[in-house]
């Protein structure tokens, strides 16, 4: 029986863009197919596998809605088997290339990848080539909890309207629900941005407003009970309630540094949330473990940077080329990488996985020694981490999970498992902020991309103009180019088309994808406007309004069933 003296819990933030019909190969659909090839199935199997083992895993990953919503459409399934088939095809005609060189070791590698990607095309039929419904089953096990997000990803705290953030919010539970048969009650924020309660400026030259309702209450509403921030957001917290012998009392703001033992302002802890000062929480942040993380993406000292593993940028052959070199060193030119050589892997991965469960456990043990108190320790990485980036990853994962399973003093534990099994006892005020570099908004506002958000405040106020102005609860023509009109909305709104400009990835795909949603709203928006002023103009619709509508419905075939409601506050 165990006893633990505190609890790990491993998210894993799953998410990519739009891409379903937006482009395949450099950028748009071989993302996704990558990704779930290499990360999402890898994840599945690898609870199958610790399940096998007598394990039990426990894992804490995200699956934003418009990730969901293009792995459940038949355009990625059919396309997913395609690229599989591409990819067994091309590991076999390496082999014969590599027999014909002579070279035996990139022959047997060759062979080591169509065997691998045969298993993936068998595994994906037999789950019904349903991705979703296969996390979805594990996690009715017990084995994930799967956390829902913003529709589309949008970064919420520099949304201009609040009723915006309720539409990305209420679309993106709906979606999950949808797609997985269930609510989920945990939420990844995108990017972990967030915005407390109270007077908000833009960043660019717009008005501000007197009073913001906090992301904490607006994500509450929607049924969320937990969420995820940086470590710097639950370190500069304020102090507010704090449970006493069955009583909460208001505390002032310096109560965590007169009783450091309660756990305030700790990444240790689980805290409530209010920050308009209106009493308790109803929703939990989890604050993001910077040193246990660091273990893992730091390309100095991180894991994956081992020179054992396999080398990510270099391919054999032009297009969707496989990989047969090892990292061999990070500063190592690629043109000097040596081969790969999978015997030499295990044993890396088994060190590097009993490093981190160590460093774990001695993180737990520092804050039972301070407090006296069962802790949490929250590591949080993106999804695509684990096998895309690092092939291994997935491996290295079981194996953590098979020692923590294994060891007394841990908890292995899902997020919710947490929230209900060890209830926080403080609420506290957030600082806004979120987990991109400086720990600010900056990466989604700066002088690269602020004129995307002149554009996206603008269409904010055109949308909610006409939910407001025109008879779409009458008028069923109105409504469903509002509908449409509300879908580019969302799709505009996603923080990928800033990232992808501010990191210099892809910046011409960024651009042209965040002004086409932004086109095709304003024609859908414009039409809603010419049919709600003579409801006979629909039929009438030229050839290339029809054209236009039609173009939308071709490209963006996500979130079928908009609720104009969502926009209501």
């Known amino acids: 029986m165990k006893n633990p003296i505190g609890s790990v819990c491993l998210v894993l933030h799953g998410h990519l863009p739009y891409v379903l019909r937006h482009g395949t190969w450099p950028h748009g659909e071989d993302w996704l197919y990558e990704a779930a090839a290499e990360t999402y199935m890898p994840l599945v199997s690898l609870a199958d596998e610790c399940v096998f083992f007598n394990a039990t895993p426990r894992l804490t990953v995200g699956l934003t809605p418009i990730l969901l919503e293009q792995l459940a459409h038949e355009d990625f399934k059919r396309g997913f088997e395609h690229y599989l088939k591409d990819r067994i095809d091309r590991a076999r005609g390496d082999r014969k290339d590599f027999e014909a060189l002579h070279n035996g070791h990139m022959a047997y590698l060759a062979t080591r990848w169509e065997q691998w990607y045969t298993e993936q095309f068998e595994r994906f039929q037999a789950w019904g080539r349903d991705i979703p419904k296969a996390f979805a089953d594990r996690a009715r096990q017990g084995y994930f909890e799967i956390l829902t997000s913003c529709a589309t990803h949008a970064y919420l705290p520099l949304l201009m309207e609040d009723s915006s953030i309720r539409a990305q919010v209420r679309a993106g539970v709906a979606s999950s629900h949808r797609i997985l048969g269930y609510r989920p009650t945990g939420m990844w924020l995108p990017e972990c941005g967030y915005r407390p309660a109270g007077p908000w400026n833009?960043?660019?030259?717009?008005?501000?407003?007197?009073?913001?309702?906090?992301?904490?209450?607006?994500?509450?509403?929607?049924?969320?009970?937990?969420?995820?921030?940086?470590?710097?957001?639950?370190?500069?917290?304020?102090?507010?309630?704090v449970l006493n012998e069955g009583q909460w009392w208001k505390v002032n703001w310096e109560e965590a540094l007169k009783y450091p033992a309660r756990g305030w302002r700790s990444v240790h802890e689980a805290h409530g949330v209010n920050s308009d000062g209106t009493g308790l929480a109803r929703v939990v942040a989890f604050g993001r473990d910077p040193d246990v993380c660091q273990q893992v993406w730091s390309g100095a000292i991180g894991y994956p940077a081992s020179g054992e593993y396999l080398e990510f940028h270099k391919k054999w052959g032009p297009k969707r080329g496989l990989r047969y070199w090892k990292i061999t060193g990070n500063k190592v030119d690629l043109g000097d990488k040596h081969l790969y050589y999978p015997d030499d892997v295990p044993h890396k991965i088994h060190q590097h996985a009993q490093h981190f469960c160590n460093f774990v456990k001695s993180r737990l043990w520092e804050h039972h020694h301070r407090t006296g108190r069962h802790g949490i320790v929250t590591a949080c990485f993106d999804a695509e981490l684990f096998g895309h980036w690092w092939f291994e990853g997935p491996r290295f994962l079981r194996d953590v999970i098979l020692t923590f399973n294994a060891d007394p003093d841990v908890e292995l534990c899902t997020a919710a498992e947490y929230v209900q099994r060890h209830p926080s006892d403080k609420v506290v005020s957030l600082p806004e902020g979120s987990w991109g570099d400086k720990g600010d908004h900056s990466v989604w506002a700066n002088e690269q991309v602020n004129w995307m958000w002149d554009i996206e405040y603008?269409?904010?106020?055109?949308?909610?103009?006409?939910?407001?102005?025109?008879?779409?609860?009458?008028?069923?023509?109105?409504?469903?180019?509002?509908?449409?009109?509300?879908?580019?909305?969302?799709?505009?709104?996603?923080?990928?088309?800033?990232?992808?400009?501010?990191?210099?990835?892809?910046?011409?795909?960024?651009?042209?994808r965040f002004m086409q949603?932004?086109?095709?709203?304003?024609?859908?928006?414009?039409?809603?406007?010419?049919?709600?002023?003579?409801?006979?103009?629909?039929?009438?619709?030229?050839?290339?309004?029809?054209?236009?509508?039609?173009?939308?419905?071709?490209?963006?075939?996500?979130?079928?069933?908009?609720?104009?409601?969502w926009w209501n506050m």
């Open 458 to 512: 603008r269409c904010e106020g055109i949308f909610g103009k006409l939910t407001f102005d025109l008879p779409w609860r009458e008028q069923p023509q109105v409504r469903e180019l509002l509908e449409k009109a509300a879908r580019e909305l969302l799709l505009l709104q996603a923080s990928d088309w800033a990232f992808m400009i501010r990191r210099g990835q892809a910046v011409d795909y960024g651009i042209k």
């Open 517 to 565: 949603h932004v086109s095709r709203f304003e024609c859908l928006a414009d039409l809603a406007e010419k049919v709600a002023s003579n409801s006979a103009y629909l039929g009438q619709l030229n050839e290339v309004e029809r054209f236009e509508v039609k173009d939308a419905d071709l490209h963006d075939v996500v979130f079928p069933k908009i609720d104009l409601n």
């Open 202 to 241: 833009p960043p660019i030259h717009w008005s501000g407003k007197a009073n913001r309702i906090g992301v904490e209450h607006l994500v509450g509403d929607e049924g969320v009970t937990h969420f995820f921030v940086e470590h710097h957001l639950i370190e500069g917290s304020r102090s507010e309630q």
